[in-house]
């Protein structure tokens, strides 16, 4: 059974950072992709970024520039910093995985199968 946890979360000023973690247990091996989503109810969940094994990333275009994914194979833990958050990062902020070796270009929540609980980012001042 494959378990996902994330933390990292909090409330911050705009300008300020947060380094979101997800640790993923029941993996045979290191040979997963992991992609981070956001949701803001009422709206549809955001892609924001994702690596696969080869440590390729994407970025959904609000984020570039300020935000990056990594991933420890070692720990078993994947990464996302945020800096130079603003308001409009505000959202629940969800990991997930999937035993594969590559993502598509724009990945989309159906390309994973497994799910952390969700921490909240908060960006006021």
């Known amino acids: 059974q494959v378990l996902l946890a994330e933390s990292g979360g909090g409330s911050v000023q705009p300008g300020g950072s947060l380094r979101l973690s997800c640790a993923a247990w029941?993996?045979?091996?290191?040979?997963?992709?992991v992609g981070w989503f956001r949701h803001v109810p009422g709206k549809e969940r955001e892609g924001v970024a994702s690596?696969?094994?080869?440590?390729?990333?994407t970025y959904a275009d609000s984020v570039k520039g300020r935000f990056t994914v990594s991933k420890d194979n070692a720990k078993n833990i994947a990464y996302l910093q945020m800096n130079n958050l603003k308001p409009e990062d505000t959202a629940t902020y969800y990991c997930?995985?999937?035993?594969?070796?590559?993502?598509?270009?724009?990945?989309?929540?159906?390309?994973?199968?497994?799910w952390g609980q969700g921490t909240q980012v908060t960006v006021s001042s």
């Open positions: 997930a995985a999937e035993a594969r070796y590559y993502l598509p270009p724009r990945p989309a929540p159906t390309d994973f199968d497994y």
């Open positions: 029941g993996f045979v091996s290191s040979f997963y992709c």
């Open positions: 690596i696969d094994t080869d440590g390729k990333t």
